[in-house]
């Protein structure tokens, strides 16, 4: 077979269509035009531009692909910018620290846990020793899935009541007490 290029799949589509299902505007539409987007047909005097959808979607990739790899030097008010926002985003997360509004990720992975444990047990010990007295000698297939269901929630609107998480949970100074005991006696 001497195909010079395989057919590719996709949709032929006009430059609006392509510009709709790619979320962009028709002058984004032609700046990829000027940077080699294939065309099918170019378009004027009646004529319509025809793309096929396949062959612009592996474009578009390449084409993303490149400038990740190839980016533009940045200017020095592009870097003053940038230095500036990132120094502001420390400030305030440093400020947010400070109001106790946010806590390490390590305590918070620790209270959640302890919380799923919570959860995890109430349905293990709690579920099945209530249910399976209520299901004792019942056939129905109906009442059992009423029962089951009844109980998971029973157990889960507990759980909802009780604070699975507290601020001891995640007090920070509780943690590096505890860390430096643990430290000083190894």
Known sequence: MTDKKKKSKGQEVNRADLA???????PTVDEWVRRGCPVVQRGGRGRAWKFNTAEVRSWRDDDIRAQASHPEMATKDQLVLRKLAAETEQAELDLARAKAELVPVEQFDRALAKAFGEVRAGIRNVLPSRAARRLIGESDETQIKAVVLDE???????????????????????DEEEAEEGADSA
Request: net charge negative; charged share 35%; aromatic share 0%.
């Open 152 to 174: 998971v929630d029973q157990v889960l609107e507990a759980l909802a009541d009780t604070d699975l998480i507290t601020e001891a949970d995640l007090d920070e100074d509780d």
């Open 20 to 26: 709709d299902i790619n979320g962009v505007s028709l």
